[in-house]
């Protein structure tokens, strides 16, 4: 449909989706709803909106405004100065990425007149012959949540005027940065609070940045102009940063962030405290007034701080370096540098990365050598009074003429030198912590052409200081040198008629002090047991050995040998510095004893010592708590300690000594220079032996084991069993028993002898021989056992056990289970039994 509006009370209904409709108004309108089009007639200044369909507008031959509406529009002023504004889809205070650039098309004609752009975007690439741009902020603030965000405004080849400036009420927390080019024209851009970034690109570009309160926030400060052509900053921009192939850059009066290119740059900072970066290229560096930093590049640079106290870095290649007045700081990295200093322009410091010389500026009061650079730097002084430093390397340090102080820095070798007659009154801080070192040494030398001797000069204590007088014009005064422990410079050198003459601190000291005094033991050297395998780790107390020197106590040095001498046993080690003992004893010195003697030697060569005893004990093995099963490892001898739990010793093959601590221990032994050590209470415990064996008396059972023919015996109540077909079993003072195995096929014939005590009558039954299987004999009293559980032709001996003091003959009993359960069990055999079993067979008999 096709609609004419001539009065601004006129009313179009459409239907949707009823075709694409247009409207023709000679009167400012606003198209309704599912109307797409609308063209504006007449020659009045009219303006035309549009909706949210995908509009066309059209304005007349004068002057238009013309609105898009949430769709994607295309606008066409025709003739006239026109104004657009266009909103995009970004409708979300939340930004999202997708919405690049305008949504809505701008067509204008080369001869349309001077036509603006009013935008709500994002970014904006400015359409062609549109000479005008303003953009403006989202009705709901931008949350750029995850990152800073750049937003992109473009001009075109007209001469732009382009306006960001009412931007800041749409970005939270004033992070986001506009960046605006107005292109090959000549370009007006203007900006406000917030980031601004010019790029500027014709001499013709104007930069205005208004440097407005926006909602009580402040201009940020940190606006910048990128110029492809020399520029000087105008008022509330900080920064240049120089492109392509301009040459020179120029600040305001502001604190300045200005940065060449690959040219051969001049960047001058004015006013303000100015920071100017020159890169590549021999550039000129102009810092101006207020305390500026400038730094050179890669090429040999000309830096001049003018006022101010200045930092002036040329960086790589030979750079002439001017601070200007001022306490200015000058970093050397090149001998070609050149340091411009007149006297009576401040305190200047010079920081060196080489080896370096001040005496050819009469002006530099300070020489600091820096961490970075060589292993080994020397750095000396000029006539003035100079601070020299070091650094953690080793330094060489020379003051010169003047009253200087040198300090050594933590760490290294420093030899302090130059003193002489007329060198001044010098101080020497050897160590800028006041903590003392024995590590590094440090040397100070007397200057080898004044032919200066010892006794030369005079030496006194102030304090912890050393002061050395050379002369009425000339000292030293060493600071800290009579410290406690010991101070780290460790000798004077002098030259006398070309000869070489050194002295050691301690003999600085003594002529200091007057007599030396000998060292003195301390402390009781106790006596240490090693133990075989195990790693040694004795040290000495640090006052086991003290020097009576007072007021100032010689640093002593240690050693140690045999009482007698000789050395140490290879395996034991002997730190001096740290009056350690280390090693581990090897098994040749088992049960070895012997006495070392440590020396304390002071400076002077006064000593005192002291000696202490050392056994070496067997090696252990130790268990834990719980149930362990601990094994010997070598053939030498052992100790094995089962501390806690039931636990299983295996000696092995060496000289063993086993105490299985608390819990039903079990011993294994199968040689005859081993033995159980076992206390009272400690549970019931087992030996099991393959070798003849005595018990002590607090093991609860005695095992024989293997098949040599050996001998058992038990002390006081531990019972006996045989377990092989040989043995020999004794209990002393007890029922004595001898057991001898004959073969014969298919029976065993053993020959039993027994002296058998009943109660309190001793009875000596006749010896014989069975010629049978032996079963069992029962003779103890107080086992307590059902005799019904007893074979028939046992029960007449188990009577007469129980209740007759005379034994007239040996019962015979049957080899089977229930003669051998019968009071073999071990919860039947009270305190005061002894057992013997051969064969799966018992035999049982009271103490004697």
Known sequence: DNFNVDHVWDVITEASSAGTDSVQSAVSYALPANVENLTLTGVLNLDGTGNDQDNILTGNAADNRLFSGLGRDTLSGGAGDDVYSIVTLQTSSTFDDSYL??????????????????????????????????????????NYANNDVTRYITGNASDNYIDVSDTLSSDIGFTNTVRVDGGIGADTMIGGDGKTIYVVDNPGD??????????????????????YIDYALGSFITELTLLGNAVSGTGNGRDNLIRGNASANTLMGAGGNDEIYGDAGADTLLGGSGNDALFGGNDSDSLSGSEGNDVLDGGAGADILAGGIGNDSYYVDNLADQIVENGGEGYDTIASSISYSITDQSAVEALTLSESGGSFRSATGNTLDNVITGNSSDNALDGGLGDDVLYGGFGGSDDYSGFGRNSGHDIIVDDTSNDPRLTEYDFVSFSPTEDIRIDDLQFSRVGEDLMISISATSSIQVKYFFQAPGFEIARFGMYYQGQYYGYGASDIKALVNGINSAPAQNRFLEAQIFEVGRPVNYQLAPNAFVDAQTPDPDALTYSATLSDGSALPSWLVFDEATRTFSGAATADYTDATFEIRVLATDAQGLSASSTFSVRVDPRSVRGTEGNDILNGESASTEYLYGLGGHDVLNGGAGQNILNGGTGDDIYIIDNDTSFANDDPGEGY????????????????????????????????????????????????????????????????RVLLRARLRIADQAVDPEVRDVDRELVVATLESVCDVDAERWPPQSRELLAVERHGRELTDIAEIENDATAASGCCERSCVSRGSGEVANAGLALRGPVG
């Open 206 to 227: 104007v930069v205005i940045e208004l440097g407005l309160f926006l909602d009580g926030h402040a201009s940020s400060d940190d606006d910048r102009v990128e110029s």
């Open 685 to 748: 415990d087992e030996i099991r032996s393959s070798v003849s064996y005595e018990t002590g008396s607090y093991t609860e059972k005695l095992v024989l084991t293997g098949t040599a023919a050996i001998n058992g015996t038990a002390a006081g109540s531990v019972p006996l069993f045989l377990r092989n077909d040989a043995h020999r079993t004794e209990q002393p003072g007890r029922t004595q028993r001898r057991v001898r195995k004959i073969s014969r096929p298919g029976r065993e």
């Open 101 to 142: 650039g305008l949504d809505d098309a701008v067509i204008e004609a080369a001869d349309g007149g001077t036509d603006t752009l009013i935008a709500y975007a994002y970014s904006a690439v400015i359409p062609v012959n549109i000479e005008r741009f303003i953009l403006k902020p989202f009705e709901s603030p931008l």
